[in-house]
Every structure is written in structure tokens, then in C-alpha cells.
T-cell receptor
Framework: DAGVTQSPTHLIKTRGQQVTLRCSPKSGHDTVSWYQQALGQGPQFIFQYYEEEERQRGNFPDRFSGHQFPNYSSELNVNALLLGDSALYLC????????????FGDGTRLSIL | QQQVKQSPQSLIVQKGGISIINCAYENTAFDYFPWYQQFPGKGPALLIAIRPDVSEKKEGRFTISFNKSAKQFSLHIMDSQPGDSATYFCAASGANDYKLSFGAGTTVTVRA
């Protein structure tokens, strides 16, 4: 039973570029959430997707956008990259009903030069 | 504004000792309190979780204690082992608010 898988594992970009990160949820899960984890800090909620719609959003600018596909996989897009966007981006999947546990992938390490 | 406050920032414990990590929250709408364990280069792994209808939950060497009136919960790691050396995060979410709010993390080092 595959867990949450994310790609790529590492990515290096320069300021102003755009990036797309991908996530496949754990089998049986229908909800995907994205988090940003800066070095030495706890993960911060970006947004959550369910039934292909953004259901909740954290305190992140519109440069951060996402998408969920019919097979429940998801993408996180970040435009106009800033140095401060350097972080570990984590995807978590869960089953929507009843506020069920969220299971995380190993993340994508994004470095902005 | 951090909704979940975690302490200590780091701790060192001898092998076989007890590690205790504390968290406090303000949002009374929170009704789910998980703990995650994270190793370097890995994502957080769900360790144990509790809902406010119980005051304690134990799974193996890991125990959560929950005090609803004080709005505090804690993780106890009994018989700590070197393999337990990791960063631990407490988190919370609400019944109709599925996002997890995380504490800042506690780095636990277990000395052999």
C-alpha cells in the first residue's frame, strides 16, 4: 500500500521563475493538503483540495495556487518565486469525512537562488 | 499568530529515560490533537493522536495526556531509545476546520 508520494524530491530555481510540485495521495484518500515548512519550523498550512476544489486556504499570497485531478492527485504551483519561498513543501492526504488523520509525504525541497 | 505553543524547543535524555513535551492551545474549537515525528530529510509521520473525549491515550512507549480545562496536552516517551532521536510536532485541528495548526517543534536527543 503506497503512501503519499511527492515529486520531485529536490528542485533549484531562481527568483521570478515558476514551479510546479506534484503529489499522489495515499490509497483510499480523497483530500490533499499542502504545507510549507521553513527550516527549523513547524509546517504552515497553504491550502486544501477536495472534490477538485480549493476548500480552505491559509495565509499565503495568490502566487500560490493548486489543482486537484479526478484521481485525487494534486499540484502546487508557485509563481514569481522569491528567496523566502525556499522551504520544504509537504503534501498530506486524508479521508475527508470526520476530520480523519493526515498522512504526509517526504516533501519537495525547493531552493531559490 | 501561532495557535499551538510547544515547549521545550529541545531536550536531551539518557537512554531509558522519559521525554516529556508540552503543548498549549487557545482555540476551543479544536477537537483533534495529533503528534508527529520527523527525521531529517523526511516528512512528518503520524505517531499518536487524541480527541478531547479521553484524558489519556497510550500506544506502546508513547502516551498523550490531555487536559481540556487547561487547554494543554503533552507527549510522554517512556524508555527513550536512541532511535527516538527526532523532532516532534504537536498539532491541532477543528471539527469543521481540517487544516492542521502545528507547534514549533521539539528536537529530542537520546544519549546512549
Amino acid at each position: 500500500d503506497a503512501g503519499v508520494t511527492q515529486s520531485p524530491t529536490h528542485l533549484i530555481k531562481t527568483r521570478g521563475q515558476q514551479v510546479t510540485l506534484r503529489c499522489s495521495p495515499k490509497s483510499g484518500h480523497d483530500t490533499v493538503s499542502w504545507y510549507q515548512q521553513a527550516l527549523g519550523q513547524g509546517p504552515q498550512f497553504i491550502f486544501q483540495y477536495y472534490e477538485e476544489e480549493e476548500r480552505q486556504r491559509g495565509n499565503f499570497p495568490d502566487r500560490f495556487s493548486g489543482h486537484q485531478f479526478p484521481n485525487y492527485s494534486s499540484e502546487l504551483n508557485v509563481n514569481a518565486l522569491l528567496l523566502g519561498d525556499s522551504a520544504l513543501y509537504l503534501c498530506a492526504s486524508s479521508f475527508r469525512q470526520g476530520n480523519q488523520p493526515q498522512h504526509f509525504g517526504d516533501g519537495t525541497r525547493l531552493s531559490i537562488l | 499568530q501561532q495557535q499551538v505553543k510547544q515547549s521545550p524547543q529541545s531536550l536531551i535524555v539518557q537512554k531509558g529515560g522519559i521525554s516529556i513535551i508540552n503543548c498549549a492551545y487557545e482555540n476551543t474549537a479544536f477537537d483533534y490533537f495529533p503528534w508527529y515525528q520527523q527525521f531529517p530529510g523526511k516528512g512528518p509521520a503520524l505517531l499518536i493522536a487524541i480527541r478531547p473525549d479521553v484524558s489519556e491515550k497510550k500506544e506502546g512507549r508513547f502516551t498523550i495526556s490531555f487536559n481540556k480545562s487547561a487547554k494543554q496536552f503533552s507527549l510522554h516517551i517512556m524508555d527513550s531509545q536512541p532511535g527516538d532521536s527526532a523532532t516532534y510536532f504537536c498539532a491541532a485541528s477543528g471539527a469543521n476546520d481540517y487544516k492542521l495548526s502545528f507547534g514549533a517543534g521539539t528536537t529530542v536527543t537520546v544519549r546512549a
